[in-house]
């Protein structure tokens, strides 16, 4: 039985592919590179690069396939697509959290968003989130979402207190 992945996501890096994929591999369980393929002499007039550097990385985080590119400096991340962790315990939104910003940037970021050092958005979410804000208009999920507004981390017992309406 082929066990492809359909749909994987394709991250464009400048140079640094097999770096990234390193550095992501080792903060998810059950991660891995699953294949590295390198440029050649052909197409070196468009692509520019050294036959032999890196041109791809097919990695895996948690059962989730990626593929990292080195396509050169010409197109960057930003937040208009993010990776979503769904985290059960504050101390798995405090292990990505201390992972994923350390050399990146979470101070202009909000309500669990943070940029890696790669500068690639992730959302760092409690599962409880979802079922808090899950109607959207009640006192309960408005209480919930006025917190989340105020937080960079998002801190599960503070959220849970909101909710609850226990301040």
Known sequence: MNTMQKI???????????????????????????????YGEAGHEIHGRAAGSVMTVEFELSGQHFTALNGGPMFRFNEAISFQIKCETQEEVDYFWEKLTANGDDTAQQCGWLKDQYGVSWQV??????????????EKSQRAMEAMLQMKKLEIDTLKRAYDGVF
């Open 8 to 38: 994987a996501p394709c991250l464009w890096f400048d140079h640094q592919a097999q770096e990234a994929a390193e550095f992501y591999t080792s903060i998810f369980k059950n991660s891995k590179i699953m294949s590295v393929t390198r």
């Open 125 to 138: 979410v409690p599962i409880v989130m979802f079922e808090m804000l899950g109607d959207g208009t009640s």
